[in-house]
């Protein structure tokens, strides 16, 4: 569990005036390149020299003073941390629970884009994680209760059909990390059981086919709050024996390439469609085919969806009809954590 802040007063004097005063020795000699370095992050790095290094002191002196956060972050109980804001225009993610969220005028245009894709494609399936929030609801800072306005997940669900659309937040009853927003290995793998019977794939691989390892988590979400501890002890899964899945360049793909981890990083670059691409095949010419557009919930779920494919190109992006048109999958998977359900109506380029 988090320590409670404790600082005295003269040493946040102390901290706060040193803090000034590093701070005007660095950024005064570039503010009047401020304004035109956002939101270029290289620009501010040079405006700004030691941002990050400096956004995180002052985080530790106003946790330490007053037990206060960053926005982005949510301190829970039991020293559970969770997400806040993934864009300022799309508010806070816990609004919907909290009941301050009115439904959008834009909703009907969602429902639409996604009825069109299933319409022209048989095999497309939207599949949405749950958000930290909605399963750890036991560890959030207030009552666990939906506001008037429900969510806007049940209402898209509702609008496309359930045959369209795989919410997975009756599947997956843990699996989240305290320091993380996302889920790991657990979480993952109950997702993935949901998503075999929904397609109906070959023998799902059984939890006996992995053994955890402890691994020192670099949790987002404690990154995010920019203060305190960066890692937590989790387990992550490891293939207990080689399965048939490899990425294009041999390696095998043999335990859960969680986004985080360098090896994981690696396996995903920039490809034909202009956003970040993984490729993985399988031997088998009887399996089927697939495009998966995701977000940073996928890297998780691909060690297990990839043993069921001949290949897989999964892009790191907003649906891409040129990508499907390429490839002539047998399935499309769409997937978004609920969030950002939003997104998956969006139709344009890369974002």
């Given at each position: 569990?988090?320590?409670?802040?404790?600082?005295?007063?003269?040493?946040?004097?102390?901290?706060?005036?040193?803090?000034?005063?590093?701070?005007?020795?660095?950024?005064?000699?570039?503010?009047?390149?401020?304004?035109?370095?956002?939101?270029?992050?290289?620009?501010?790095?040079?405006?700004?020299?030691?941002?990050?290094?400096?956004?995180?002191?002052?985080?530790?002196?106003?946790?330490?003073?007053?037990?206060?956060?960053?926005?982005?972050?949510?301190?829970?109980?039991?020293?559970?941390?969770?997400?806040?804001?993934?864009?300022?225009?799309?508010?806070?993610?816990?609004?919907?629970?909290?009941?301050?969220?009115?439904?959008?005028?834009?909703?009907?245009?969602?429902?639409?884009?996604?009825?069109?894709?299933?319409?022209?494609?048989?095999?497309?399936?939207?599949?949405?994680?749950?958000?930290?929030?909605?399963?750890?609801?036991?560890?959030?800072?207030?009552?666990?209760?939906?506001?008037?306005?429900?969510?806007?997940?049940?209402?898209?669900?509702?609008?496309?059909?359930?045959?369209?659309?795989?919410?997975?937040?009756?599947?997956?009853?843990?699996?989240?990390?305290?320091?993380?927003?996302?889920?790991?290995?657990?979480?993952?793998?109950?997702?993935?059981?949901?998503?075999?019977?929904?397609?109906?794939?070959?023998?799902?691989?059984?939890?006996?086919?992995?053994?955890?390892?402890?691994?020192?988590?670099?949790?987002?979400?404690?990154?995010?709050?920019?203060?305190?501890?960066?890692?937590?002890?989790?387990?992550?899964?490891?293939?207990?024996?080689?399965?048939?899945?490899?990425?294009?360049?041999?390696?095998?793909?043999?335990?859960?390439?969680?986004?985080?981890?360098?090896?994981?990083?690696?396996?995903?670059?920039?490809?034909?469609?202009?956003?970040?691409?993984?490729?993985?095949?399988?031997?088998?010419?009887?399996?089927?085919t697939a495009v998966v557009f995701h977000d940073s919930f996928m890297p998780a779920l691909l060690p297990y969806l990839s043993q069921h494919f001949r290949r897989v190109r999964y892009v790191w992006c907003h649906y891409l009809q040129p990508v499907v048109d390429a490839e002539r999958p047998d399935v499309v998977i769409h997937e978004?954590?609920?969030?950002?359900?939003?997104?998956?109506?969006?139709?344009?380029?890369?974002?």
């Open positions: 569990m988090d320590a409670e802040p404790r600082i005295s007063r003269a040493a946040a004097l102390a901290t706060v005036v040193a803090f000034g005063l590093v701070v005007a020795g660095l950024w005064l000699p570039g503010w009047r390149t401020l304004p035109s370095a956002f939101p270029d992050e290289a620009a501010l790095q040079a405006a700004m020299p030691g941002r990050s290094t400096a956004a995180r002191l002052w985080n530790g002196v106003r946790w330490h003073l007053t037990g206060s956060t960053p926005p982005t972050v949510v301190r829970g109980r039991d020293g559970w941390w969770f997400y806040a804001s993934e864009h300022a225009q799309d508010g806070h993610s816990l609004d919907e629970m909290e009941g301050r969220v009115a439904p959008s005028a834009d909703e009907p245009a969602w429902a639409e884009a996604i009825r069109a894709r299933v319409a022209r494609l048989p095999g497309y399936l939207v599949v949405v994680p749950p958000d930290k929030h909605l399963v750890e609801q036991k560890h959030l800072p207030f009552p666990p209760t939906i506001g008037p306005h429900g969510l806007r997940l049940d209402r898209l669900e509702l609008a496309v059909g359930r045959g369209a659309m795989l919410n997975l937040i009756g599947a997956v009853a843990g699996g989240y990390p305290r320091s993380d927003s996302h889920w790991l290995d657990e979480g993952a793998y109950q997702g993935y059981l949901a998503i075999h019977r929904r397609l109906g794939l070959s023998a799902p691989l059984p939890r006996t086919a992995f053994t955890a390892k402890p691994y020192d988590w670099p949790g987002d979400l404690w990154a995010l709050r920019m203060a305190g501890p960066t890692h937590e002890r989790v387990e992550l899964w490891q293939a207990v024996a080689p399965l048939p899945a490899h990425w294009l360049d041999g390696g095998l793909v043999a335990k859960p390439g969680l986004f985080h981890l360098p090896a994981a990083q690696a396996a995903w670059a920039v490809g034909p469609s202009g956003a970040r691409e993984a490729v993985t095949i399988v031997d088998d010419p009887t399996l089927p978004n954590v609920s969030r950002n359900v939003q997104w998956l109506g969006k139709v344009s380029g890369v974002p």
